[in-house]
């Protein structure tokens, strides 16, 4: 899902032609918001590796957490982060929340004190809302405030990763979602939706009794929208 989510993200910014040496002073700037406790945050940090290796500008913004991190995933794919240029902060408008973070086996990650850019940001990837985050719990929170606006002020196109039926507080442009699309995906916020190829085989879909032809061919991801 980290993979697929990389490869729309590259498709929106124009392909590979900004990524280019010669263009390297147009490089793209990408802001991507992750929870730290459902695997929609483990997808969007693994895409924001990806695309940080592939030199673009990325800030993984993680929420402030009393809690030390639990999935061990998700402390993977951050110590895979890590390793790139990416900025790992979670300041937004100014307001530091924490500098540090626990993991479950004690690994500490030290966070940047850099604010998230005010713009140009080519794109929002959103892995922060989640159906197990409810809008009302998640908006009592001063932070995820602070991100709901500053999303909205930046005016770029957000996609969503896997998002909640009903696209959470944050507007998406897309949505790109696993294996099958669910049917009550209706709202305005969820967006135009792209579907992500996760590469089951064929018995998986017989074994359910769905009849099933591969839409993707050689691509990872495809539009369910008309247009």
């Known amino acids: 899902?980290?993979?697929?989510?990389?490869?729309?993200?590259?498709?929106?910014?124009?392909?590979t032609q900004r990524l280019l040496v010669k263009n390297r002073h147009q490089h793209p700037t990408i802001v991507?918001?992750?929870?730290?406790t459902e695997v929609q945050g483990c997808y969007a940090i693994c895409a924001a590796r990806i695309l940080a290796s592939k030199n673009i500008r990325i800030y993984l913004y993680l929420p402030p957490n009393s809690n030390s991190?639990?999935?061990?995933?998700?402390?993977n794919e951050l110590k895979l982060f890590r390793t790139t240029q990416g900025i790992l902060t979670n300041n937004v408008f100014?307001?530091?929340?924490?500098?540090?973070?626990?993991?479950?086996?004690?690994t500490l990650f030290s966070f940047i004190v850099k604010d998230l850019p005010q713009?140009?940001?080519d794109l929002i990837l959103n892995g922060l809302d989640a159906a197990n985050n409810s809008d009302s719990v998640l908006f009592a929170k001063p932070w995820y405030r602070d991100i709901v606006q500053y999303c909205s002020r930046l005016q770029a196109s957000?996609?969503?990763?896997?998002?909640?039926?009903?696209?959470?507080?944050?507007e998406c442009k897309y949505s790109l979602v696993p294996l099958l699309?669910?049917?009550?995906?209706?709202?305005?916020?969820?967006?135009?939706?792209?579907?992500?190829?996760?590469?089951?085989?064929?018995?998986?879909?017989?074994?359910?009794?769905?009849?099933?032809?591969s839409p993707f061919g050689a691509k990872s991801f495809v539009a369910l929208h008309d247009n």
Not at 3 to 12: A, E, F, V
């Open 1 to 15: 899902m980290g993979r697929c989510t990389s490869d729309m993200c590259l498709h929106l910014l124009g392909g």
């Open 119 to 121: 713009s140009p940001v």
């Open 181 to 213: 699309p669910l049917l009550a995906m209706s709202s305005k916020n969820v967006g135009r939706l792209y579907l992500c190829d996760l590469g089951f085989g064929q018995k998986v879909f017989q074994h359910l009794q769905i009849r099933y032809a």
């Open 32 to 36: 991507v918001l992750a929870c730290s």
């Open 158 to 170: 957000v996609i969503g990763v896997d998002p909640p039926l009903d696209g959470g507080a944050i």
């Open 94 to 106: 100014g307001k530091i929340y924490f500098k540090k973070y626990l993991t479950k086996t004690k």
């Open 69 to 75: 991190i639990q999935d061990r995933f998700i402390e």
